[in-house]
């Protein structure tokens, strides 16, 4: 949309005050992409039904278009038919989910990030030098369980600062971390510091392991919270990122914050003596999704949205390599 407000002697003196600034960078990262359209080019390329196991990323309107397209979500392996095609998650799962997949002839696409790859050969490595591996998270999250399951004798989940007392490690030399890569930077520096403080030979990964779209996007909603009355970040409810987005903006000053998986949810009394809205959606959401909450302002008399740029994102990752050598196959690549 266009920041230009036109004449402003036409606007009333309320509207003349108002200003919606918009996060860049904001919505879908390069993993996400990359799992959407594997989701979509699989359809394609081998006709409905093509199964997934879990959401393919934590958003429901991503969901339910591709189910309208014909992919069927499922929460376990045994629920996808022998011999059947189907997708692993932008989260990653264990080896033992592979097993399964394998034992049930599954013709398998691995559509796990590839940051989130980095994280299990990350695991793999310090369990095979014999590391206690204290893998940062949250319980029950798949990107955790998959982590976890592939070194799980080794690794012990970390939620944060307050489980740390509890740790318990075979040698206090031989300790690592690791955590789930949609985290709250700060929070997780604040739970290595205290694990840090009890294990000092604490090892670090070789890189960090919360991804550079999640830290974008962070950063990027600091940007814009300072001074905001609102900030509104679009993102289903299950997606860590989304969640931690508002958690940040009012860390930031924002003076309110509230997470919508569209327009819909925005409710009217959010607005009431609001002059500055700020906007931002995690790294799942599609764009139209933000064009619809700017459009709710506009009808509402907010003026078209200043982007307010912190970072620049040009990373494109190559779809899995079972699909990319199907589709050169078709002649389709």
Sequence with gaps: MSTDLGNPSILSP??????VLLAAPRGYC???????????KALDLYGAPVYVRKQIVHNKHVVQNLESRGAIFVEELAEVPEGETVVFSAHGVSPE??????ERSLKTIDATCPLV????????????????????????HE??????????????????????????????????WLSQTTLSVDETLETVAAIRERFPLLLDPPSDDICYATQN???????????ADLVIVVG????????????????????????????????????????????????????????????????????????????????????????RRDLKAAGRS
């Design 217 to 227: 996007r962070q950063l990027a909603v600091k940007e814009i919270a300072r001074g």
């Design 30 to 40: 390069a993993g996400v992409d990359r799992a959407v359209v594997t989701v979509e």
């Design 236 to 323: 289903s409810g299950n997606s860590s990122n989304s969640v931690r987005l508002v958690e940040v903006a009012l860390e930031a000053g924002a003076r309110t914050a509230y997470r919508v998986d569209d327009a819909s949810e925005i409710e009217e009394a959010w607005l009431e003596g609001v002059d500055t809205v700020s906007v931002t959606s995690g790294a799942s959401v599609p764009e139209e999704l933000v064009d619809g909450v700017l459009a709710f302002l506009a009808e509402r008399g907010y003026p078209d949205a200043k982007a307010v740029h912190s970072a620049e994102e040009s990373l494109i990752f190559a779809l899995p390599k079972e699909l």
């Design 117 to 140: 790859t980095k994280v299990h050969h990350e695991a793999k490595r310090f369990a095979n030098e014999d590391y206690d591996i204290l893998l940062i998270g949250h319980a029950g």
């Design 143 to 176: 990107e955790v369980e998959g982590t976890a399951g592939e070194a799980p004798e080794h690794i012990q989940l970390v939620q944060g600062p307050e489980d740390v007392p509890n740790i318990v490690v075979r040698d206090p030399a031989r300790v690592s």
């Design 14 to 19: 309320d509207e003349a005050e108002r200003a």
């Design 97 to 102: 989910v592979h097993r399964q997949a394998g």
